[in-house]
T-cell receptor, first 118, second 114 residues
Framework: GAGVSQSPRYKVAKRGQDVALRCDPI?????LFWYQQALGQGPEFLTY????????KSGLPSDRFFAERPEGSVSTLKIQRTQQEDSAVYLC????????????????FGEGSRLTVL | QKEVEQNSGPLSVPEGAIASLNCTYS??????FFWYRQYSGKSPELIMS????GDKEDGRFTAQLNKASQYVSLLIRDSQPSDSATYLC??????????????FGQGTILTVHP
């Protein structure tokens, strides 16, 4: 597609439910990032993939969070046993830059998935 | 101390004025620097990147980088109401065991009033 596509755009979950958020990056982009953005804050880094390899997962807040990109294209962020503090917008972004290159920071963001945990 | 610091504002300027947005960062070996604009309810979009000391101009936007002072700024000339948004400073570091993490500041809210 022409841009980064995320689904669902909105998700309401009851506390304790599992959720899965999908990201379809720009075709050919090797780098893929997930960010979490709380209201009124800047995006917080969660994890980074180069192709199918998860090179950095230092931002994942707990072992309830898991991300994968098995074929180096579509990525899924999974949150198990959701808690109220997980409520946020989850942003996916892709870049044509490769790991270690400065232009990797030129990100194209999707519209985000807004998660509300009741 | 946060890695990337911005004045959260809000910054209010009249239409036609120059808006000046500032950002400091803590990691001396940061490689590249970016400004993203985020409209309310939308996702961030890249408006400027700067990789070396000095000024970089693109239309009404000028980014300034001073690595010695660990400071990066964005100037918006002839501000328009359509520039009203949150401006996010982002700093990129790739080295050692880090493959590249783009770290954002908390954002500065800019309002341009007619």
């Amino acid at each position: 597609g022409a841009g980064v596509s995320q689904s669902p755009r909105y998700k309401v979950a009851k506390r304790g439910q599992d959720v899965a958020l999908r990201c379809d990056p720009i075709s050919g982009h090797v780098s893929l990032f997930w960010y979490q953005q709380a209201l009124g804050q800047g995006p917080e880094f969660l994890t980074y993939f180069q192709n199918e390899a998860q090179l950095d997962k230092s931002g994942l807040p707990s072992d309830r969070f898991f991300a994968e990109r098995p074929e180096g294209s579509v990525s899924t962020l999974k949150i198990q046993r959701t808690q109220q503090e997980d409520s946020a917008v989850y942003l996916c972004a892709s870049s044509s830059g490769q790991a270690g290159t400065a232009n990797t920071g030129e990100l194209f963001f999707g519209e985000g998935s807004r998660l509300t945990v009741l | 101390q946060k890695e990337v610091e911005q004045n959260s504002g809000p910054l209010s300027v009249p239409e036609g004025a120059i808006a000046s947005l500032n950002c400091t960062y803590s990691d001396r070996v940061s490689q590249s620097f970016f400004w993203y604009r985020q409209y309310s309810g939308k996702s961030p979009e890249l408006i400027m990147s700067i990789y070396s000391n000095g000024d970089k101009e693109d239309g009404r936007f000028t980014a300034q980088l001073n690595k010695a002072s660990q400071y990066v700024s964005l100037l918006i000339r002839d501000s328009q109401p359509s520039d009203s948004a949150t401006y996010l400073c982002a700093v990129f570091y790739a080295g050692g065991t880090s493959y590249g993490k783009l770290t954002f500041g908390q954002g500065t809210i800019l309002t341009v009033h007619p």
